[in-house]
C-alpha cells in the first residue's frame, strides 16, 4: 500500500520535544575548538568520486570523531529511571527504539548543542538512569565523569544524518534494551518514509544537480544523489578556497544550520541556490522521520 509523507508525518510518535522534562533556558554557549576537533583542509576542496566512497564512515555526525566505542551489556529499562539523552536528536533516537521515558539535557534552543556546557543541576537528572550520547560531545564526557556513573549504564551512538545511520544506532540501542518489538514497529512506518523520499529523489533526478556541501550534511546529500562536487567547513575558507568552489560552478549549495559557512559560496551565480539542512529538531520536528522529511523539503525532492 502507497504511504503518504504526510501521512507519516501525523503517525511519527517520538513525542514533542518540548514534552521533555529539558528545562534549562539559561545556558553558556561558549565554544572551544579544541572541545570538538578540527577537519583538515583536504575537506574544504573539491573532491572526486572515489575520495567520497567512504564518506559515511570519515564523517560520523556534524563530522566529529566518535572514539568512544564500547560492548554495552544488556540493560532492562525497567532497572533505571528512565533514558537521558544528550540532545534533542540522541532522544529522538532512543525514542525510535522503543525507550519511553526519555529526557535530555542541552537545550533545543540552542544552535549547535555539543557546545552546551553542563551545569552542577544536570548531575541530578542522570542519577539511576541510562545515559546515550555522541562520542564527540564533551559536556557529556563530563557529566559521566563527574558522577561516577557505571559505564554499563552509558551508550555511545554515531549518527550521520542519513537513514541507515539512524536505522544502525536504533537497532543498537534496542539490542541493549531488549526492546526490539517496538523498535520494529517504529523501523517499519521509518522504512516507508525512506523509499518514499528514495523514489521521489529519482523521479526529480537529482544526480544531474551539482552541489558544494557542508562536510557533516554530505552524507545524507549524497544518499539521497545529488553530484557533490565539492565540500567545504568546518574551518573557515580561505580566499584561495573560496575560489576553487565556486569556479566549480555549482546548482546548489548545502548549508549546515547548525554551523553555517556557505553565504559566501552562494555567490557563485544568480542562479546558485542556498540552502540549509538540519541535524538537530526545533519545536516543530518530533521524530526521526521529521528530520528527513524537512530536510527533503529544503532540497525541494518533497515539494
Not at 564527540?136 to 544524518?161: C, G, Q, R, W
Not at 574551518?235 to 548549508?255: F, G, N, R, S, Y
Request: aromatic share 6%.
Amino acid at each position: 500500500m502507497y504511504f503518504s509523507l504526510f501521512t507519516v508525518i501525523s503517525l511519527s510518535g517520538c513525542g514533542n520535544a518540548k514534552e521533555s522534562e529539558n528545562t534549562l533556558n539559561d545556558h553558556s554557549t561558549g565554544h572551544s575548538e579544541e572541545n570538538h576537533g578540527t577537519q583538515s583542509n583536504e575537506h574544504s576542496t573539491s573532491h572526486s568520486e572515489e575520495e567520497h566512497g567512504t564518506q559515511s564512515n570519515e564523517h560520523s555526525h556534524n563530522g566529529h570523531e566518535t572514539s568512544d566505542q564500547q560492548s554495552n551489556k544488556p540493560v532492562s529499562l525497567s532497572e533505571v529511571k528512565g533514558v537521558v539523552a544528550s540532545t534533542s536528536l540522541t532522544a529522538m533516537i532512543a525514542k525510535a527504539a522503543g525507550a519511553k521515558n526519555v529526557t535530555y539535557i542541552a537545550p533545543l534552543e540552542l544552535r549547535h548543542p555539543p557546545e552546551y556546557d553542563y551545569r552542577p543541576s544536570d548531575l541530578s537528572k542522570i542519577t539511576d538512569s541510562y545515559i546515550i550520547y555522541l562520542g564527540y560531545e564533551p559536556f557529556m564526557k563530563k557529566l559521566i565523569e563527574s558522577s561516577n556513573i557505571s559505564s554499563d549504564l552509558t551508550a555511545v551512538i554515531e549518527v550521520d544524518n542519513t537513514p541507515d545511520g539512524y536505522l544502525n544506532e536504533a537497532r543498537k540501542l534496542a539490542n541493549i534494551w531488549g526492546t526490539q518489538a517496538e523498535e520494529a514497529k517504529w523501523e517499519e512506518e521509518f522504512n516507508k518514509v525512506v523509499e518514499e523520499l528514495e523514489q521521489l529523489a529519482k523521479k526529480q533526478d537529482v544526480s544531474k544537480v551539482k552541489v558544494i556541501s557542508q562536510v557533516y550534511m554530505t552524507p545524507l546529500v549524497k544518499w539521497f544523489g545529488f553530484d557533490v562536487v565539492g565540500e567545504y567547513g568546518p574551518e573557515e575558507l580561505t580566499a584561495a578556497q573560496l575560489k576553487d568552489l565556486i569556479a566549480l560552478k555549482p546548482d546548489l549549495i548545502v548549508d549546515n544550520a547548525h554551523m553555517p559557512q556557505g553565504k559566501g559560496l552562494a555567490t557563485a551565480s544568480d542562479k546558485t541556490k542556498l540552502v540549509e539542512l538540519r541535524s538537530y529538531p526545533d519545536g516543530t520536528l518530533n521524530s526521526v522521520q521529521d528530520i528527513l522529511i524537512y530536510n527533503a523539503k529544503q532540497l525541494e525532492i518533497v515539494k
